[in-house]
């Protein structure tokens, strides 16, 4: 079968592979739609971060090169013989946490913070840049008929974004700043407006991405090279900041932003892969007892994100703004996303099913 595989930094090929095997308690899963994630251009511009080098993944005994792909859909074509949730035609989504069940984390319903973490789509496991994969059943959830296999490939991100809201104890009312509004930017603001925020506001330089926020539902957008950002957000919060900024660029500025914006005790999620370090002054904390705190993916957020998609209170018109079959990739799908018209793009989904196109 065909697959995309990361071999290294700007190194990632379209190759045939075997296609993988069913085990007793996983599924295979014809994959319809995968969606190229920032974590996907972080290994193909920095990388490895997360992929296995030299050194085998402790779940997946596997190294480099690994199948790609981690926000995908597809259908149930084959299951193992102690599956019981689930049955050959049956249209599914995979939570790609790879996680050892054993470890403390584990046994606390912590799964996202295993000490061995591994996704699908990166720690060698498989992935949904490819024909078929196979995954346990434990994370496999079904999707409802009314919606269909592309909003169904959205629904990873978008539980990315919810659970950042949860790790920061954001309730209905709350007011927010989001930094960035690229792919996960876009979905924290859905998310928080499906949460009753008072006020989002969105920090984001001159682009299309600017509509994009409108577009989302942000009700303001600053740009922080017209305005004070800071002073803007104060007099939108009664001169007191915001209760919870979310980072998700990835930048100093974007930290550092995020901190200063908060009111006191408020809370700064940091969502964000980083690259290299950042820098920030500790007494931007200890002088008003703010919190910076990380989050990592989900955990026991698909179904309740589902539900959210498919009762129209999480929006993803708009989201996806390309199609691509699986062979073009890299040109169409990791060149675009990180050269001039990165911009441009929310979200490029990439299909082997050329029929679908």
């Known amino acids: 079968m065909k697959a995309v595989l990361w071999y290294d930094k700007k190194d990632v090929r379209v190759e045939e592979i075997e296609e993988p095997k069913v085990k007793e308690n996983a599924v295979k ?10 974590s996907d251009l972080h290994e193909y511009l920095g990388g490895p971060i997360f992929i296995p080098v030299g050194t085998p993944h402790p779940l997946s005994k596997s190294t480099a090169p690994v199948v790609l792909g981690h926000e995908f859909s597809g259908e149930v074509v084959e299951i193992g013989s102690k599956v019981t949730k689930f049955k050959a035609g049956d249209r599914v989504i995979v939570e790609p946490i790879v996680a050892c069940g054993k470890c403390p984390a584990c046994l606390e319903g912590k799964y996202n913070l295993c000490e ?14 490819a024909e078929y994969t196979v995954f346990p059943e434990d994370f496999v959830h079904k999707i409802p008929d009314t919606m269909d296999y592309e909003q169904a490939a959205l629904v990873e991100p978008m539980a990315v974004a919810l659970h950042s809201l949860r790790v920061g104890n954001f309730t209905t009312g709350n007011t927010a700043l989001v930094l960035g509004a690229g792919p996960i930017g876009l979905a924290t603001i859905q998310c928080l407006k499906a949460s009753g925020a008072r006020i989002v506001i969105v920090f984001q330089r001159k682009s299309v991405r600017q509509e994009y ?3 989302f539902g942000a009700d303001v957008v600053l740009d922080p090279n017209e305005v004070d950002v800071i002073e803007e957000i104060k007099k939108l919060t009664g001169g007191v900041g915001v209760d919870t900024s979310f980072e998700t660029t990835g930048a100093n500025v974007g930290i550092n932003t995020a901190i200063q914006a908060l009111k006191y005790e408020g809370t700064a999620v940091i969502t964000s892969v980083w690259e290299k370090n950042a820098e920030i002054n500790p007494n931007d904390l200890v002088f008003t007892e703010k919190k910076v705190v990380g989050t990592l993916a989900y955990r026991h957020e698909f179904p309740s994100t589902i539900a959210l998609m498919n009762d129209g209170r999480i929006k993803t018109d708009g989201y996806i703004t390309k199609r691509i079959a699986l062979e073009d990739i890299v040109k169409e799908g990791f060149e675009t996303l990180t050269g001039p018209e990165k911009k441009k793009h929310v979200k490029i989904i990439v299909t082997p099913d ?4």
């Open 354 to 357: 050329k029929s679908l196109l």
């Open 29 to 38: 899963i014809k994959v319809k739609w995968c969606g190229i994630c920032g």
């Open 116 to 129: 061995a973490l591994g996704f699908h789509g990166l720690c060698g496991s498989g992935g949904g840049f």
């Open 213 to 215: 926020a409108k577009k």
